[in-house]
């Protein structure tokens, strides 16, 4: 009657186990293996696919990489809520495409892919299945092609998860090739209105974002409260959202708690003196920008009057520096007496 189990490796014992376990309930199998031969790849997964396939009570799965087979058992399962695959193949046994189905998860509600060496078979995965329950996804992989990337998004925008989806999570974790392309990533998350979280981190090409992109967003996600989009040559490319257009979005998003952008401050497009509109729920703000900062002072003046609540700009640039010590200074000036001194640490 055992309903939880950990196991460390793929091998012969896991078919016992699995037999003998029918009410198993939450199953998670780590692949540690000394050898990376192909054949030793296939046979595993033809090991772990079979003997998932004789767990009809999971709630929880966490598994290296399966086959075709397997993932059509598991839109079969009433019960399972939550799918992990960690840690796929270096060199997977590719996914066939013969009598691919549309494969209906109506349950699951958490989907994660973390460590992939290979997304192409995940993608595929994706392309063809629907998580009409979904709440929470999360990929994360070493490497990821702008068409790759493409592919993902399309799929993940198409899986009937529109109206339950509250938190996106993609990453890129190794610096590959370099893409002088923009992945525009926002319209494809358009659709998903109850959106909680949205952070996506690519090292190998950049993501394209505009004032309008951003207005639409902002106005499509009323329940956000985190946004993080980050690639690594931010700071070469120049953003086309602006301060002015920052501000405008952030009035349609009240929830907003942690933000970070690229942005472009080339030009201060906010009137200083302007009465502000302020955003009290935003705590955390990191900007990433390609341009120099030509007036510290007017630039914090204008943060702290529009984002009452942050007291620094999250950033490692110098000319940061020099606005997040203008801003100590305004919170200083204005704060009630007996709390300056936290807010000069």
């Known amino acids: 009657m055992l309903h939880r189990c950990h196991l460390l490796s793929v091998d012969e014992g896991l078919q016992s186990f699995v037999t003998r376990c029918i009410a198993l309930e939450h199953l998670c199998i780590h692949r540690t293996p000394e050898t990376h031969d192909i054949d030793n790849t296939a046979n595993e997964l033809s090991l772990l696919s079979d003997r998932i396939r004789w767990c009809t009570r999971l709630v929880t799965l966490s598994c290296p990489m399966l086959d075709w087979e397997t993932w059509k058992h598991l839109s079969h399962l009433p019960t399972l809520l939550k799918l992990e695959i960690d840690r796929g193949y270096e060199d997977p046994p590719s996914l066939s495409n013969r009598d691919l189905l549309n494969l209906s998860f109506l349950n699951i509600t958490s989907l994660s892919f973390r460590q992939l060496y290979d997304s192409a078979n995940i993608i595929t995965v994706m392309q063809h299945s629907q998580f009409p329950s979904l709440k929470k996804f999360k990929f994360q992989a070493n490497y990821l092609s702008l068409e790759e990337a493409e592919q993902l998004l399309h799929a ?190």
């Open 156 to 345: 993940l925008s198409h899986c009937k998860a529109c109206r339950t989806l509250e938190e996106i999570i993609i990453c890129c974790l190794e610096v590959g090739p370099k893409y002088h392309e923009f992945l525009t990533p926002t319209p494809h998350f358009l659709c998903f209105t109850q959106l909680r979280t949205l952070q996506l981190m690519f090292t190998d090409f950049c993501i394209y974002l505009d004032n309008d992109m951003l207005l639409q967003a902002m106005s499509i996600w009323p329940h956000i409260r985190t946004l993080e989009i980050d690639y690594l040559d931010a700071y070469i490319f120049s953003s086309e959202v602006t301060l002015h257009g920052l501000f405008t979005a952030l009035s349609l998003c009240p929830h907003l708690h942690t933000l970070k952008i690229p942005i472009n401050i080339a030009t201060i497009d906010v009137d200083p003196d302007a009465e502000p509109i302020q955003h009290t729920s935003l705590r955390s703000l990191e900007l990433e920008t390609s341009s120099e900062i030509e007036d510290p002072e007017t630039l914090a003046g204008i943060i702290s009057a529009w984002l009452p609540c942050i007291y620094r700009v999250q950033n490692l640039g110098r000319d940061w520096d020099e606005v997040n010590m203008h801003l100590r200074f305004l919170k200083v000036a204005t704060a009630p007496y007996g709390t300056y001194g936290s807010l000069l640490k």
